[in-house]
């Protein structure tokens, strides 16, 4: 009862053992024949914690008679890495297996590169964090294959549990226990994907659960106690947590309110309000902008309530300045517009400013030619207020077009305006 943990006694000793992710080492792929062929390449296995990253690796080891070590290298050091190197001198390769590889700094990654570059180590490395962002681009480069897995499905974790029942030697099987199916199924559906909560899940329900003899008996209170909140898994700073503001960002833009309403449960069950309302403010701008220019102050209402709310009560303003937006006409002209009026100013598309626009608020401003400026207001057109025509643009720039509105929501009746204007300079011209 005391010994080493169910999930590190049940994790696989070769590659035909590994659950789920067959996508990544299933039979009928490359990865899965080069191991059965002798043959490992260097990789990198990223994603959620307890999906199988440490799993295949091991079980790759298993499959192979190529030595290995593993590592963890938020404890490791170089002279942990220089005693692999060593091992390497007598045996003449070795697989190391590297966990949390992002947490190696560049020196400890650089040492790597020449052991691996020739071979001697061959370098399964496994990081929570995407590879692209936080392992040395030299690293990936010597990295033969980057593997994305993704969560266990509930029929895995439960092939992954019944094993774990029946295996008398590293599993659970030498016990007396009752447990139904949909019990199983709980306790699947609990661990989100996640194999090694599950089996930690199921060892701790068992030794949780009364007795009856010799026979456990598994108590449906005592699993919903052990799942608690069953989904969440986003470092507030870690990839996924990213990966989740982008998903509320495109389900918005997208106009699905269950899916947007979805992902910001996630995030506001990660605990961090201020990152979602930043997200939350940049969306009423970036994706509704000009089709409704209420939506920004609307959402800035919900903002500010949520910070002089705080969690929970904050998900009540949050969750109706996320429909609104959802339903919203969108549009993203405006800042389309300037970002191309940025890109001209960056790569040197300028012209000087007319003479007419400077400042001509003092003394001596008209013997620089700072004059013939017209002021609109002395020019009334109809409702709209005053214009007259006179050139803003540089000369260089003239008949430049940023702006291309779109005929959504209130913008419909801003680019009605627009063209008016335009058709106006046409005829004063």
């Known amino acids: 009862m005391n010994g080493e943990p169910l999930a590190y006694r049940m994790r696989p000793t070769t590659i035909d053992e590994i659950v789920g992710q067959k996508d990544i080492i299933g039979p009928h792929t490359s990865l899965y024949k080069m191991i059965k062929n002798g043959f490992v390449p260097s990789m990198l296995l990223y994603g959620e914690p307890g999906i199988g990253k440490t799993s295949i690796a091991f079980a790759i080891a298993g499959t192979t008679s190529i030595p290995f070590i593993a590592l963890n290298a938020t404890t490791a050091g170089k002279k942990d890495v220089e005693a692999v190197v060593d091992e390497t001198r007598l045996t003449g390769k070795v697989i190391l297996f590297l966990d949390e590889i992002h947490r190696f700094n560049k020196a400890q990654q650089d040492y790597l590169l020449p052991h691996v570059e020739r071979g001697d180590i061959i370098l399964i490395g496994a990081t929570t964090e995407n590879p692209f962002h936080d392992v040395n681009p030299a690293i990936r480069s010597r990295c033969g294959q980057i593997k994305q897995l993704t969560r266990l499905t509930t029929d895995n974790i439960k092939e992954l549990l019944n094993k774990a029942l029946k295996d008398e030697q590293k599993g659970l099987g030498k016990l007396s226990i009752k447990i139904t199916n949909e019990q199983i199924d709980k306790i699947s559906f609990g661990s989100n994907g996640d194999a090694r909560k599950s089996l930690t899940l199921l060892e701790s329900i068992v030794y949780a659960s009364p007795r009856e003899s010799s026979t456990y008996l598994i108590d449906d209170e005592i699993i919903q106690d052990m ?10 700073k870690g990839s996924n947590f990213y990966n989740l503001l982008s998903s509320l960002q495109k389900s918005i833009r997208g106009s699905d309110v269950d899916a947007a309403l979805y992902y910001l449960a996630h995030l506001l069950e990660t605990g961090d309000l201020v990152a979602v309302n930043r997200r939350l403010l940049v969306i009423a701008y970036e994706d509704i902008g000009l089709a409704d220019t209420s939506i920004g102050n609307n959402v800035l209402a919900a903002v500010t309530s949520s910070e002089r709310l705080g969690l929970p009560e904050a998900r009540i303003p949050l969750s109706v300045a996320v429909v609104e937006m959802c339903l919203s006409s969108k549009s993203n002209s405006a ?14 598309n300028v012209g000087d400013i007319p003479k007419h626009l400077r400042d001509g608020h003092y003394a001596g401003a008209k013997d620089l030619g700072h004059v013939g400026y017209k002021y609109p207001h002395d020019f009334p057109i109809g409702t709209f207020g005053g214009w007259v025509q006179q050139d803003y643009l540089p ?11 779109i005929e959504a929501g209130e913008e419909k009746r801003l680019a009605g305006i627009y063209k008016k204007l335009e058709q106006f300079k046409k005829e004063n011209k």
């Open 335 to 348: 800042y389309k517009a300037l970002d191309m009026a940025i890109n001209d100013v960056r790569n040197g």
């Open 227 to 236: 799942i608690g909140r069953v989904g969440v898994y986003g470092d507030k």
């Open 395 to 405: 000369t260089k720039l003239l008949g430049t077009k940023y702006y291309r509105p």
